[in-house]
């Protein structure tokens, strides 16, 4: 079932497994204050010298998502540390970020028919519900701030993968209302789901999208957003070739990529977490 890794590159194109870190960085075994059948979605925020790392735990007993939180100072070694957030329906997708000196985090919130917002009282843990965004079943609501507003992506068909929406809003708490040009991808599973942070990179904006067309999750494309506007969207496809999937990120050894948190982490580096459907010995899943 899924993992957790961490890979570098070069850029937010292209990465590889580091000789430094052995994959994968964290698994279910390492869940110590609940049974979970496995691991996923991971998200980090670098604080004071450490990676907090948030992702999805899936409780064994009730088979529903909750938020895990592991700690590291150099990407190597991962300390997990407890359960941070849990709802009475399945979260996942911790999509955490820092605005105006707090911390919010946007999980995918299926169960409740709306898109919520969390503020963290104490970081890395008390977060509380702020208030709700977007009401409706959005699969894994990407947020990101471009040219003083607010953007998210989300995926409205989330149990067919098959649609991509494009929401704004002047303020974080909104009032949030969907793009003129939505959906921003139509009837097509390849590229509809989101995959992780919307990040900018040499002047541009790259949006990661998993390819669900198969089987879900199996390898992640990218995306730059080449023009948008309160009343224009326009993207093109950055490569022919995902930027993750099995078996061309390094020894990893991955049946399928489902998800990218990248970050800049030098003047020529990037890092990111990912997640990873692991090889068994006869190839299988």
């Not at 007993?61 to 150099?74: F, K, N, P, R």
């Not at 609501?141 to 002047?170: E, K, N, V």
């Not at 948190?261 to 890092?271: R, Y």
């Amino acid at each position: 079932m899924w993992e957790i890794g961490i890979l570098a590159g070069g850029s937010p194109l292209h990465w590889t497994s580091d000789a430094r870190w052995i994959n994968p960085a964290l698994t279910a075994r390492e869940v110590t204050d609940i049974k979970a059948d496995f691991v996923a979605d991971p998200f980090m925020i670098l604080k004071n010298g450490a990676w907090y790392l948030f992702f999805e735990a899936l409780r064994k007993e009730t088979q529903t998502g909750e938020i895990g939180l592991a700690v590291s100072t150099d990407l190597l070694d991962w300390q997990y540390q407890q359960i941070i957030l849990r709802e009475s329906f399945h979260l996942s997708y911790p999509y955490v970020f820092e605005w105006d000196g707090s911390n919010y985090m946007i999980p995918e919130t299926l169960g409740a028919d709306e898109i919520r917002l969390y503020k963290s009282h104490d970081f890395p843990r008390d977060w509380r519900l702020l208030c709700s965004l977007i009401p409706g079943q959005h699969a894994d609501p990407s947020i990101f701030r471009y040219q003083d507003r607010w953007w998210m992506f989300s995926c409205d068909t989330p149990y067919t993968h098959r649609s991509l929406r494009l929401y704004g809003a002047a303020r974080l708490e909104g009032r949030w209302e969907e793009h003129p040009s939505g959906p921003i991808v139509a009837n097509d599973a390849r590229f509809s789901r989101p995959a992780g942070r919307v990040v900018a990179y040499d002047g541009r904006l790259i949006r990661f999208a998993q390819d669900c067309s198969r089987k879900y999750g199996s390898q992640v494309w990218a995306f730059e957003i080449t023009y948008l506007d309160q009343h224009t969207y326009r993207e093109r496809r950055v490569s022919n070739k995902p930027v993750i999937g099995a078996g061309i990120n390094g020894r990893w050894r991955t049946n399928r990529m489902h998800h990218i948190d990248a970050h800049a982490s030098s003047a020529s580096g990037w890092i990111a977490c990912v997640d990873g459907w692991p090889v068994t010995e006869d190839g299988a899943d």
